[in-house]
């Protein structure tokens, strides 16, 4: 999962990205002209840390989210360059400034949330347009066309992409377009450190909530620091600070609210693993995650709860106690899911 941050020149975006991946960076004016940062991190499940107690394996392998601060756009807006960037990733996330700046300017986030859709939406159509356009003259693909003449329509309107009722099958199509407005976006409030712990402004909880966004607040410039510190001292600053936990945890799990990712785990001696995959996966489709040869030569899955697999300590004993599940190429694969494949290519 690669997700791209986003946001206008002060509202604290490498802060953020900082604060995420527990990477030291620039920020300011004394990043002016960076080309922004990549970093990658471990996505945080005590699951899997159970697991690799119970079986102590040769590699423990957790989920990884990349994070990518993308440059920085000019002036009010971002630039083409910047846009292009952001088609380049799964999601977005766009810091929103809760804080007076250097300047003196009143914080405006609903105002930087709508400025962006705005940004998004014309860049969109843009493509579309010329796609369209094109089939038209051509008359190669009647179905293509009528979808992007749907999508055309809803633009001009000035609704997202992502807000439509699109079919799998017509968003595979769309895929090849990367449209902006399509992508789940992300918003963090990046707001002053007495706000750290206070709860996100109600306006712009319900304004989420209606563009169907997902929304996590923090104090980019804290949880910086606490990225950067020892488990022990990072406990020790989350209580002092009335936080329950760092800042990656929060945003990576409304991210995968967002994305609807659930983990499918994998154990044993050699190895002990998260696997990210999309809500309401079917057995097959998520055996070929690990492998195109498995989900190619899929014959069944043995499925456990994971607690039942740590409470009972084996999957013999899980077995013998009626909690292993033998199951076929229609069970949908479920969030904490401890899933052996068996297959035959």
Known sequence: MKIGLVGLPGGGKSTVFGALTGI???????????????GVVKVPDSRVAALAELY?????TYAETTFSDLAAGSGEGLDRSVLNQMRNVDALCQVLRA????AGDAPDPLGELRDLETETILADLEIVEQRAERLRKDRSNPRELELLERIQAALEDETPVRRLEI???EKKSLSPYALLSQKPLLLVLNVPEADAA??????????AGRRDLGLVQLSAAVEMDIAQMSAEEQQEFLEAVGLAEPAVDRFIREAYALLDLIS?????????????????TPAPAAAGKIHSDIERGFIRAEV??????????????CREAGKLRVEGKAYVVQDGDVVHFRFNV
């Open 24 to 38: 030291a960076v620039e920020t300011g004016y004394a990043a002016k002209g960076d080309k922004g940062h990549l």
């Open 56 to 60: 102590h394996p040769k590699k423990t």
């Open 99 to 102: 804080f007076e700046n250097d």
């Open 167 to 169: 079919s799998p099958e």
């Open 198 to 207: 206070s709860e996100v402004p109600t306006e712009l909880a319900e304004e």
């Open 264 to 280: 499918m785990l994998t154990s044993g001696e050699d190895e002990c693993r998260a696997w990210p995959i999309p809500r309401n």
């Open 304 to 317: 456990v709860p994971w607690q039942d697999l740590v409470e009972l300590g084996s999957e013999a004993k």
